[in-house]
């Protein structure tokens, strides 16, 4: 079966710092990553999606940056945090195929505040 | 724009049965989805519809009604661990995903 890790499940950040927040998935080759997040009554704001290694598309403009250096680790990182970066990160999976084309799974996600 | 329309939180008495509607306008439809998701943890999937009728999975069911633009979640026989938000999200012609804001359940003993 499938499992998709997150780490770390909780960070606290000083504004202007960076990030770095990884996830790896087991049991499965090829899959379609993407990162989200979700603020507090809010619904979920894609991010950056990856249809295989290197590739990596953008949703939203913003001091964020993603890369698949491996098939199955997608990494979300910043150089400069903002107070408005803080929310709930949660990266997901779902069979390889033409982007959103399955149902996708999400990982235990992290929860970021930035001071 | 797009849009997906849900009723911001729901109040239901273990044992009985709720309905959670969403409604949507999307630039095209490719399915729908419905996701679980409990306080501080991701969202589960919890069903996809695509075409019109209703899926059963046990005590959930999920109807879609693609000419209305409206989908609703039905949880049977309430749980006290049923409480939790659940999200509504559509894929639309260019197969992204857009997502509601999620219905609270609030169930009551």
């Known amino acids: 079966s499938q499992t998709i890790h997150q780490w770390p499940a909780t960070l606290v950040q000083p504004v202007g710092s960076p990030l770095s927040l990884e996830c790896t998935v087991e049991g499965t080759s090829n899959p379609n990553l993407y990162w989200y997040r979700q603020a507090a009554g809010r619904g979920l704001q894609l991010l950056f999606y990856s249809v295989g290694i290197g590739q990596i598309s953008s949703e939203v403009p913003q001091n964020l940056s993603a890369s698949r250096p491996q098939d199955r680790q997608f990494i979300l990182s910043s150089k400069k945090l903002l107070l408005s970066d803080s929310g709930f990160y949660l990266c997901?999976?779902?069979?390889?195929?033409?982007?959103?084309?399955?149902?996708?799974?999400f990982g235990p996600g992290t929860r970021l505040t930035v001071l | 724009g797009q849009n997906i329309d849900q009723p911001t939180e729901m109040t239901a008495t273990e044992g009985a049965i709720v309905q959670i509607n969403c409604t949507y306008q999307t630039s095209g439809f490719n399915g729908l989805f419905w996701y679980q998701q409990h306080a501080g943890e991701a969202p589960t999937f919890l069903s996809y519809n695509v075409l019109d009728g209703l899926e059963e999975k046990g005590r959930f069911s999920s109807f879609l009604s693609r000419s209305k633009g409206y989908s609703y979640l039905l949880l049977k026989e309430l749980q006290m661990k049923d409480s939790a938000s659940y999200l509504c999200a559509v894929r639309d012609s260019n197969y992204q995903l857009i997502w509601g804001a999620g219905t609270k359940l609030i169930i009551k003993p």
């Open positions: 997901a999976w779902s069979k390889r195929g033409t982007h959103g084309s399955d149902t996708q799974y």
